[in-house]
């Protein structure tokens, strides 16, 4: 005789359906919302992703009941629901915070001060990868690159940037998000909730005064790297103090080879400068 996975106590990650249905009146609500943005989409399906942003701004994350409504309404099964759910890590499998405080120790930022901030977090804030305060405010968690290594390193809650952080800077911002106090992203709109960051990825309107105009521009980095690109000369190095401005214009400064700044200046051999290893595929000998 076989035992079930739930016989013998194993989770196996999968939600176990049936489950509970939503009240009346939200399943109402979300029905004509869920309505609003498969009318977007030519064929049903490619409405999952909003969708289940939409039931993740319900209840802070995306529950069973929520993946089922998902699959009713897009004449999906729970397991094509359950596997795009499980894929991606914007939805949040169990409940959370309502600030998710991301902290980027992707290769850049861990190097420039990612690592200590998220070790500093955990201790200031007594929890671990993925877990949520006492008083139900914050999650923190990893992430990888959000693509603003010019800024590095970075925060991001509810994924609006912080940029530039130092330790003390994200324990300053936790502990305001703690305090209801009110915390300006260096980009962006003003901060919202988790569900309500929710609803604006499902694609309904995002109502934070100056959030549509709100926009930014690549980093200083990335700009003395298009300079580079364009052929033009440009400032040996970038510095971008914390909380200050770039310098944008500094005069042209053409390093001698014995001049590095750091070990990341230093020239790397390439196909051009070591031609013992060309790039590409190296042919046999006779071929
Ligand atoms: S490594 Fe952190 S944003 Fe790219």
Request: charged letters at 25%.
């Amino acid at each position: 005789m076989t035992t079930s996975s739930s016989e013998r106590g194993v989770s196996l990650g999968m939600p176990e359906l049936p489950a509970p249905a939503y009240p009346d009146d939200v399943r109402a609500r979300l029905e004509r919302d869920a309505r609003e943005v498969i009318a977007r989409y030519p064929d049903s399906r490619s409405a999952l992703l909003p969708l289940l942003h939409l039931v993740q701004s319900e209840e802070g994350h995306v529950t069973r009941t929520g993946m089922q409504f998902c699959a009713e309404v897009l004449g999906l099964t729970t397991a094509e629901v359950t596997a795009v759910a499980t894929f991606y890590t914007m939805y949040r499998r169990k409940p959370s915070g309502d600030y998710q405080v991301g902290v980027c120790t992707n290769t850049l930022c861990a190097v420039m001060g990612g690592d200590a901030i998220f070790s500093a977090l955990q201790e200031h804030l007594g929890v671990g990868n993925g877990e949520t305060t006492d008083d139900g405010k914050v999650t923190l968690e990893h992430i990888e690159c959000n693509a603003a290594c010019d800024f590095a390193p970075v925060v991001m809650v509810n994924w609006e940037f912080f940029d530039n952080q130092t330790v003390e800077s994200a324990k300053r911002l936790v502990d305001d998000l703690r305090a209801g106090a009110e915390v300006e992203p260096t980009r962006g709109a003003r901060l919202c909730t988790f569900k309500d960051t929710a609803r604006i990825l499902a694609g309904f309107p995002d109502e934070r005064p100056g959030a549509v105009e709100a926009t930014g521009s690549a980093g200083p980095a990335s700009l003395v790297g298009l300079r580079l690109a364009r052929g033009e000369a440009a400032p040996a190095r970038v510095v971008h103090p914390r909380g200050g401005e770039a310098p944008q214009d500094e005069p042209p400064h053409e390093p001698s080879p014995t001049e590095h700044l750091s070990s990341h200046d230093a020239p790397q051999d390439t196909s051009a400068s070591d031609p013992a290893h060309p790039a590409g595929p190296v042919a046999e000998e006779g071929e």
